[in-house]
């Protein structure tokens, strides 16, 4: 939890989501900017009921228990979290920085522009609505399979190999 790293972003959207929607977020990590935000989730209205912090050596084993994967940092070029996200099959709201339209795409969650209104709907989108969470997960574990496992890595580099090497019939190759 540091600068750049958008929680303070995602206080504000939550501090808009509509009061019926049931919703807690759990912030994990530790940082500089812990306290403060410990104390701004104390302080305002609204956000101590939807708030929780733990502390997780490993951020990426609590997703299991996630119905969605929230990340809305000021940059970022390939956070690990965001694919093991998507292998725990977990729809994602990500910022549309850096690498991140890489990891997520319409498919697999929402991209959204670092703007609490656009986070805080992109929120409530999926959040209220289960069988798009649903679908949207299969599409992220699928993505994830194809994208970014050791096997899909293994297939996509194959055909890079055969699309630039020229076999020249007599069991030989040239580069």
């Avoid at 994990?28 to 939807?50: F, S």
């Avoid at 709201?93 to 805080?120: C, H, K, M, N, W």
Wanted: aromatic fraction near 4%.
């Amino acid at each position: 939890m540091r600068r750049g790293k958008g929680q303070d972003l995602l206080l504000d959207a939550v501090a808009e989501l509509p009061e019926d929607l049931a919703l807690t977020v759990v912030l994990t990590g530790d940082g500089p900017l812990r306290p403060w935000l410990e104390a701004r989730v104390g302080r305002e209205e609204g956000l101590a009921e939807r708030v929780v912090f733990r502390h997780s050596a490993d951020p990426a084993a609590l997703l299991p228990a996630a119905d969605l994967q929230l990340h809305v940092t000021r940059a970022d070029t390939m956070p690990a979290v965001v694919a093991h996200g998507l292998a725990a099959g977990i729809p994602a709201v990500v910022s549309r920085v850096g690498g991140l339209p890489e990891i997520v795409t319409r498919e697999t969650g929402r991209l959204v522009p670092l703007d609490p209104s656009a986070i805080a709907e992109g929120i409530v989108e999926l959040a209220g609505d289960a069988g798009l969470r649903e679908r949207l997960g299969r599409a992220a574990r699928a993505r994830f399979l194809e994208r970014f496992e050791a096997g899909g890595w293994a297939v996509r580099l194959r055909e890079v190999y055969d699309g630039v090497v020229d076999h020249d019939g007599a069991g030989t190759t040239a580069l």
